[in-house]
């Protein structure tokens, strides 16, 4: 029998897992203050760089907020208890697994994007576009935010009800790859493009070319995905080395 070696935890998922166990250990409240960054860099024994990875990954599912010149507090209690495990799950699963979930979030996707293109409002399309400009003006957490919901919208507008509820029940799964997919800072071409090209595809009427926009965009996702792995694979070996020392 061939048996695989057991692959290394990321070391940002083992400081996303640290900061979320201190947060659950400590009994913290929603608005509780947490330790500044140059405590945490001190006590993780990490990079600057590594938290501010794992922190932003924690902002982006709502486990902290981030208030410029004010500092770190915690998110939501009810939504940290309700989401910690899914959280955990989310940040674990391997490139495969991930790959094989963007394939699943593309076939509803596409299906929906079908359906937008025969049923979106001027309203809709409008709140699209919104949704893309937000994207270009927010923090990188709240771009990945109304990212999601960009794309919440577009299955909304298809009057799809379960396909809407699966969205929403794989919200921490498809954020977690959204950070993973998704460069600092966001740019003005590249992901704002094949975005704005779905809105202009949807406000056509033309079910093909919506499909033919969101595929596009579907398969960028997975090459940058595949490319940020490679390069996190490649950057983080003396990292890990070091914290476990």
């Known amino acids: 029998m061939r048996v695989q070696p057991v692959e290394r935890p990321s070391l940002v998922d083992t400081v996303v897992d640290k900061i979320r166990s201190f947060i659950e250990d ?3 409240a929603a608005g509780d203050r947490l330790p500044a960054e140059p405590q945490l860099v001190a006590k993780l024994g990490v990079s600057r760089t ?5 922190l932003t990954r924690l902002e982006t599912i709502g486990m902290l907020t981030v208030q410029r010149g004010r500092g770190m507090f915690v998110g939501d209690r009810k939504s940290l208890l309700n989401c910690a495990q899914l959280v955990r799950s989310a940040m674990a699963i391997s490139s495969k697994e991930w790959v094989q979930f963007a394939d699943f979030r593309a076939a509803i996707e596409c299906h929906s994007v079908r359906r937008a293109a025969e049923r979106a409002t001027p309203e809709d399309i409008a709140e699209l ?5 937000k994207m270009n003006s927010e923090t990188y957490a709240g771009a990945i935010r109304e990212d999601f919901n960009f794309h919440l919208k577009i299955v909304t507008i298809a009057k799809n009800d379960l396909m809407h509820s ?5 919200q921490e799964f498809i954020m977690a790859g959204m950070v993973q997919t998704t460069a600092e800072p966001r ?6 493009g094949l975005h704005r090209e779905i809105v ?7 079910p093909d070319r919506a499909e ?10 997975t090459l940058a995905f595949n490319r940020n792995t490679a390069a996190r694979e490649k950057a983080r070996q003396p990292e890990v080395i070091r914290a476990a020392v």
Do not use: C, P, Q
């Open 187 to 192: 740019g003005k071409e590249g992901d704002d």
């Open 129 to 133: 576009s919104a949704y893309i400009d």
């Open 50 to 54: 590594v938290l501010r990875e794992a």
């Open 200 to 206: 202009r595809a949807i406000s056509s009427g033309d």
């Open 212 to 221: 033919k926009a969101m595929r596009a965009h579907a398969d960028a996702v």
């Open 166 to 170: 699966v969205m929403e029940v794989l």
């Open 26 to 28: 400590e009994h913290l």
